[in-house]
């Protein structure tokens, strides 16, 4: 539920009515013994004890959050519902020397969920494992019979389904009839019944009480794959076949990847899963990842940002306008020959995925602008024959600039509608899918809190509205949402510079839960401008003692913030926004990252 943004205890730098993206700025408080307390015990600037405080962090659990390790945060794998079922099928299967499918999800978390577990087994001797990714465009989301017969068709009795399955309970039925034994390992929202498998593991159970309802895809595999070591070491099994361990720690960069691509919560072991995955990627030991870093010009030790804005969209780009399986076949590949060629392909699909999305951004925004009422609580929009592979990242955008949880489907020519929405914080809406789905709404739905998607007839889509309106209503408790911006501290231009960049470093990995910190700027003199390709533009700002900062806003080019970033040139404002050292042609510089402004 969202209590009342006017809390009487929030400092608000600047209000809805001034800020140009209609955001409150809200000065995060900080408790000053706690902040001195930080920084002597572990030899902390005092800006980044801060941070840490605001983050709610406390002094115990400093260390870890500092310095994440796996060896103090990984979980026993164990303590997940199911785990040891699934273990025991297959661990016999392994024994036995089965043939084992895996069904794998065509986004990033899917791809890297489906290369780590086929690289455990490929590492313990498994000699027959075969891989379905099921095609957007013809399969749709999740398990299906026809992806289930096909591996059978191929040898495999036992199927691992991996970001996917929670929902999948006609296929599991129908793979029950063919004899075809299923362990799922998800982490998408559940209904309160699970599929009849031989084992479902998913922290979003109803009945999991593992707490790590945080974790990704990836983070669930990973963890199967440390209990199943476990338990072969136990057995002997590595002795018997005289063969050594699998090096699990190598799987790590794709647990990152599939970490921070899936916006999950950088908390808890997921923290020491991208801290310690992305020193694993640095060594480009992975061929195929090897190959994608070259191909899209990631040449320098990989960040976050990186995998989220570099490798990622590239990996996605497979299953959204080309060849699903792709992506999976780059990071399991051995093959640098292969890896190379593999990646060039993504790397064309990306290209042709821009397009595409740009064409739909284009019309998608004119029917927002069109449709969008003044006391609207969230946005559904859709199209005919809008492609599928890009509707997820449309939703994203539309969210990004209004701030409303966003539904965006595309109507095939038979009138069924297939959506992809993405959310705020306030509204969880991979619940609320599932629950128009058990009433009857939805044909198809699945997600977790800020992402999800669904399918529907389109006579459905006036009752599907509704139902979203009262669900929004009922969690904002019928209150306007007002954004907030939450800001770390208030800096002067004087105090950005490379050592504040170094002290920021301490925080990383960022992301969902664990945020860049955010700055606010005041009394800032705009000093000049100018656009740049992509739709950014790049600006520069002056304070009153003369010291100048470089500064750029993205993607804003056709928004009133950026009109007004071209043609205020001498005014002054307030500024919000992240601090990043940026390397171009060799050089870094430092910038600052403009997400909102607000007049003076």
Request: contains cysteine; glycine residues 8%.
């Amino acid at each position: 539920m969202i209590k009342s943004p006017m809390d009487d205890s929030q400092t608000f730098l600047v209000d809805e009515n001034t800020s140009v993206n209609k955001f409150r700025w809200r000065l995060l408080k900080n408790d000053e013994r706690q902040i001195m307390s930080l920084s002597q015990k572990y030899n902390l600037p005092d800006i980044i004890s801060k941070i840490i405080c605001s983050r709610n962090i406390s002094i115990d659990e400093a260390k870890d959050y500092i310095n994440p390790q796996i060896k103090n945060l990984l979980p026993s794998p164990f303590i997940l519902k199911d785990m040891d079922k699934a273990v025991s099928r297959i661990v016999s299967a392994i024994y036995k020397g089965e043939s084992i499918g895996i069904f794998g999800d065509y986004d990033v978390d899917g791809a890297t969920s489906t290369a780590i577990l086929y690289r455990f087994l490929y590492d313990v001797g498994v000699k027959h494992i075969y891989i379905h990714i099921p095609d957007r465009q013809t399969e749709g989301y999740g398990l299906n019979t026809d992806g289930l017969k096909e591996l059978q068709k191929k040898g495999a009795s036992l199927v691992v389904a991996v970001d996917c399955g929670i929902t999948g309970f006609d296929a599991v039925d129908m793979a029950n009839q063919m004899n075809l034994d299923i362990v799922i390992a998800d982490h998408h929202e559940s209904e309160v019944k699970v599929p009849d498998a031989i084992a479902v593991v998913d922290p979003k159970r109803i009945d999991d009480d593992s707490h790590l309802n945080y974790l990704a895809a990836c983070g669930v595999v990973f963890l199967l794959t440390v209990a199943l070591n476990k338990t072969l070491r136990d057995e002997g099994y590595y002795k018997e076949k005289g063969i050594s361990e699998p090096d699990l720690f190598s799987y790590l960069d794709l647990v990152a990847l599939g970490t921070v691509c899936d916006v999950v919560p950088l908390i808890g072991v997921n923290r020491a899963f991208v801290s310690v995955g992305i020193k694993v990627m640095a060594k480009r030991q992975n061929v195929g990842l090897k190959a994608l870093c070259d191909i899209s010009g990631v040449n320098t030790s990989p960040t976050v940002y990186h995998l989220g804005y570099i490798l990622g969209p590239r990996i996605n780009a497979g299953g959204r306008v080309g060849n699903s399986a792709i992506s999976a076949d780059l990071l399991t590949t051995r093959n640098p020959l292969t890896a190379d060629n593999l990646a060039t392909k993504l790397n064309n699909f990306n290209i042709e995925r821009k397009d595409i999305e740009a064409n739909v951004l284009r019309e998608a925004f004119e029917k927002v602008s069109s449709e969008l009422k003044p006391d609207d609580n969230f946005i559904f929009i859709s199209g005919h024959n809008w492609h599928t592979g890009v509707i997820g990242i449309i939703a994203g955008r539309i969210k990004e600039r209004y701030n409303l949880p966003t539904c965006v489907a595309t109507i095939d020519e038979n009138g069924i509608a297939n959506g992809s929405g993405r959310s705020i914080p306030e509204i969880d809406l991979g619940t609320a899918i599932i629950k128009a789905k058990e009433m009857g709404i939805l044909t198809e739905g699945g997600g977790h809190s800020m992402a999800a998607g669904f399918t529907l007839s389109q006579d459905k889509i006036e009752e599907f509205k509704k139902f979203l309106h009262n669900y929004v209503e009922h969690s904002t408790q019928s209150q306007k949402i007002i954004p907030v911006l939450n800001i770390d501290s208030v800096i002067d231009i004087t105090g950005i510079n490379s050592e504040l960049i170094k002290k920021l470093s301490i925080l990383e990995p960022f992301g969902t839960a664990n945020d860049e910190p955010r700055f606010a700027i005041l009394h800032a003199k705009l000093t000049g401008s100018d656009a740049l390709n992509g739709g950014h533009i790049r600006c520069y700002f002056a304070s009153d003692n003369g010291r100048s900062i470089s500064a750029i806003c993205y993607k804003c080019i056709d928004t009133e913030m950026g009109e007004i970033l071209l043609s205020e040139i001498g005014n002054r404002f307030n500024l919000a926004g992240k601090i990043r050292s940026n390397e171009w042609n060799g050089k870094k510089h430092i910038q600052f990252i403009i997400e909102d402004i607000a007049k003076e």
